[in-house]
């Protein structure tokens, strides 16, 4: 049991740093039927645009809205020194002008070319200036945060839209100094797509790391009828070796589904408030 355990909490850890000097700026379920459960995550796509109209107004938008003038002037004072790796990470940097502003002083003050960019990023922006910014780093690690393809991530990361993504994931690959690679949360609203990520993974040459969610529980991805847990599992073993050269973490997600289907217990609990989280 102990050693199942590890093995979990392995494909759980986050992706650790290098010794570099650097700074981080952030801001009844015995039975299952599939599409049922499709069919409730797309009617819960609605519900979901109608929350997010109702509570626009008093959003303040993505991540860096919470760094304040005095924030930045301190981080400005920082990269002045011997910075050699600038982390984005939290909400959506490229959203944030702040940020976009700290790069832009950077490249005038000829840091950029002496400093590797780590930048986490929902994908969802790019335009000719941000290009124009990357191009002139040492080096750019552009971590994409997908959860799926197509409708699947449009309606987990709403209100994105998955054309302008894959849009984008074009343009940045254009940078000869960039390296992308997809950072994915397995949960049970997405175990039965994780095929197709990998899939576009593969097709477009990037690499993908997933990891299982830890908070919160009830989207445990292994907590679902036994049918719909073997619908992902097949489909994940079905995967051909080749397009699983350059992922992380997939084969053991395999392993520790297979284990929870020989030994297959729902919490009900959690469960419910699964479904009830998606039909609401």
């Not at 109608?50 to 003038?69: E, I, Q």
């Not at 960019?117 to 997908?146: A, D, E, P, Q, W």
Request: aromatic share 6%.
């Amino acid at each position: 049991l102990k050693s199942k355990m590890n093995k979990k909490k392995d494909v759980k850890k986050k992706m650790g740093g290098g010794m570099m000097k650097k700074y981080s700026v952030g801001g009844g379920a015995d039975s299952g039927n599939v599409g049922e459960m499709k069919s409730r995550i797309a009617v819960a796509v609605d519900r979901l645009k109608k929350a997010h109209k109702n509570t626009m107004g008093r959003r303040s938008g993505p991540m860096g809205n919470r760094l304040t003038d005095n924030d930045m002037e301190k981080i400005k004072n920082l990269v002045k020194h011997d910075i050699k790796l600038l982390n984005l990470i939290g909400g959506e940097p490229l959203f944030n002008k702040k940020i976009i502003n700290l790069l832009s002083t950077l490249v005038l003050d000829n840091k950029a070319s002496e400093m590797s960019l780590h930048i986490t990023t929902n994908g969802t922006i790019c335009n000719s200036k941000i290009l124009y910014l990357l191009k002139h780093f040492k080096n750019v690690r552009l971590m994409l945060s997908i959860e799926g393809t197509g409708k699947h991530n449009e309606y987990m990361r709403y209100p994105s839209s998955w054309a302008e993504i894959k849009k984008n994931i074009k343009e940045f690959k254009t940078l000869n100094n960039i390296y992308l690679c997809i950072n994915t949360v397995v949960q049970n609203l997405n175990i039965l797509y994780i095929d197709e990520l990998i899939e576009y993974a593969h097709q477009n040459n990037i690499y993908i790391n997933l990891y299982l969610i830890e908070n919160p529980d009830y989207l445990d991805a292994f907590n679902l009828p036994k049918k719909i847990l073997q619908g992902a599992y097949d489909k994940l073993k079905s995967i051909s070796d080749e397009k699983l050269i350059h992922t992380k973490n997939v084969k053991e997600i395999i392993s520790l589904l297979k284990e929870r289907l020989n030994n297959h217990v729902v919490d009900e609990k959690k469960y419910t408030q699964f479904t009830e989280m998606i039909k609401s």
